[in-house]
């Protein structure tokens, strides 16, 4: 497919940003890497370059197999004090950096290794791009026994929630966890959305990354990428 204004597919734009966020690599280093079709473009990239790089960190079990098939070395989070920088997509940013993430499942994950770098350059095509949070379902990482009360909670914020499936069953993270993916919500303030659902007995993670923004957004547009800092 192609973006509504862009002749390039949806698919080039995310190679393009998966090329540029080689940029940020710094030589000698290890990388925090995210999960999804984009920073797998960012993967196949990073394979380009691997003799240069100590190795990856990685945000998902999918991510860990795609470095290793490519001769990544992946390390553990917990060994790993900090890292340079983590390059992750998103599947909504705004003009603020404040993005939904958590499309993959992998978002709980993603927020460790986040948390862990001194930069994070987020890497999106134009599609991703919105005003206020909320177009694309937020999805929330919980315990199960939580679900319905989670669910109760997100209704009286004028949200409806539902459990992920893969196929006919609930979907487990790699956590062991369940998603709750919520429609209907608009979030104009990120930060305290994203301190107050934290609060919430039985939520693992919050999709929304504000106290964890963008540090860099590389934007993938008809006119190239654009660097949004
Ligand atoms: C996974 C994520 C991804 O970064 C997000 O879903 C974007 O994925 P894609 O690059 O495939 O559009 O948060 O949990």
Known sequence: MTTSDSPLTQDALKTLVGQAALHYVEPGSIVGVGTGSTVNKFIDALAGIKD???GAVSSSEASTQRLRA???EVLDAAEVPSLPVYIDGADEI???G???KGGGAALTREKIVAALAERFV???DESKQVATLGRFPLPVEVIPMAAAQISRRFAQLGGTARLRLAGDQPLVTDNGQRILDVTGLAISE???FESQVNQWPGVVTVGVFAHQKASVCLLG???GVQTIA
Do not use: K
């Open 122 to 124: 987020c890497i999106v």
């Open 52 to 54: 240069r790089i100590r």
């Open 221 to 223: 547009t008809a006119q």
């Open 98 to 100: 404040y993005m939904v």
């Open 190 to 192: 990120p930060l305290a």
């Open 70 to 72: 490519l001769g990544i």
């Open 94 to 96: 705004d003009a603020h």
